[in-house]
C-alpha cells in the first residue's frame, strides 16, 4: 500500500526559505504513470496546489507562487522536496504531499500533513 | 487561470436527506474534475476523479456529474460520518470548500 510521509521544520523565520521532504514508501516514485504534488491549508482556510513534479524532473506551479517555489525529486531515495522562499506569516499552514495519476485529476493517497509556522 | 467557484459555501442538513454541491469552472474543463471530503485535522480525502468515477472504497451514496463548465457533487442519504467540507478540483486549482453541518 503507497504511503507518502511528510518530513521538516515545524517552525522557519520570516525571510528564510521552507523546506520539506515527501517519502514514498510502498511504491515507486519513477513509475510513469503518476505525478506527485505539494499542496497547503493554512489553518482555518481552504486548499492551495502548490505544485507538481513528474518522475523525470518536469514541473510545473501555481502561477501565485511560482517565483519562490522549487519542486525536485531524488529518484534514488524515492523523495521529492519543496523548497518555498522568503517566506512570511502567510505561508504559515499544513503542508501535504501526494500523488496524482497522470492521465487523469485527483490526488490520492495523501500524507498526514505537517504544520509549518513561519515566526521569529 | 482556470478558477472554480463551489456553492454553497457552507450547507446545513439532516441525517437521511440528499444534498447537492455545486463548482462552477470559469472556462470548460472537460470531465477533468476530482471531488474530496475533509474532516478536521486530517488530510483530504479523493471521493471521486473524471467527474464522475467513484473511487475505489467510496461509498455509493456520493455521485458526481458534469462536464465543461458545471458539476455536482451528490450524496443521496446523508449519513452521519459524511458531515464534512468538501472540495472540487481541476488538475491542480481547488474550489473554495462546501461545510457541511448537521442542522
Known amino acids: 500500500q503507497l504511503q507518502l510521509q511528510e518530513s521538516g521544520p515545524g517552525l522557519v523565520k520570516p525571510s528564510e526559505t521552507l523546506s520539506l521532504t515527501c517519502t514514498v514508501s510502498?511504491?515507486?516514485?519513477?513509475?510513469?504513470?503518476?505525478?506527485w504534488g505539494w499542496i497547503r491549508q493554512p489553518p482555518g482556510k481552504g486548499l492551495e496546489w502548490i505544485g507538481s513534479?513528474?518522475?523525470?524532473?518536469?514541473?510545473y506551479y501555481n502561477p501565485s507562487l511560482k517565483s519562490r517555489v522549487t519542486i525536485s525529486v531524488d529518484t534514488s531515495k524515492n523523495q521529492f522536496s519543496l523548497k518555498l522562499s522568503s517566506v512570511t506569516a502567510a505561508d504559515t499552514a499544513v503542508y501535504y504531499c501526494?500523488?496524482?495519476?497522470?492521465?487523469?485529476?485527483?490526488?490520492?493517497?495523501w500524507g498526514q500533513g505537517t504544520l509549518v509556522t513561519v515566526s521569529s | 487561470d482556470i478558477q472554480l467557484t463551489q456553492s454553497p459555501s457552507f450547507l446545513s442538513a439532516s441525517v437521511g436527506d440528499r444534498v447537492t454541491i455545486t463548482c462552477r469552472a470559469s472556462?470548460?474543463?472537460?470531465?477533468?474534475l476530482a471531488w474530496y471530503q475533509q474532516k478536521p485535522g486530517k488530510a483530504p480525502k479523493l471521493l471521486i476523479y473524471?467527474?464522475?468515477t467513484l473511487q475505489s472504497g467510496v461509498p455509493s451514496r456520493f455521485s458526481g456529474s458534469g462536464s465543461g463548465t458545471e458539476f455536482t457533487l451528490t450524496i443521496s442519504s446523508l449519513q452521519p460520518e459524511d458531515f464534512a467540507t468538501y472540495y472540487c478540483?481541476?488538475?491542480?486549482?481547488f474550489g473554495q470548500g462546501t461545510r457541511l453541518e448537521i442542522k
Open positions: 501526494a500523488r496524482r495519476v497522470s492521465v487523469t485529476v485527483g490526488f490520492d493517497p
Open positions: 510502498g511504491g515507486s516514485i519513477s513509475s510513469s504513470s503518476y505525478y
Open positions: 513534479i513528474y518522475y523525470s524532473g518536469s514541473t
Open positions: 472556462q470548460g474543463i472537460s470531465s477533468y
Open positions: 473524471a467527474a464522475s
Open positions: 478540483q481541476q488538475l491542480e486549482p
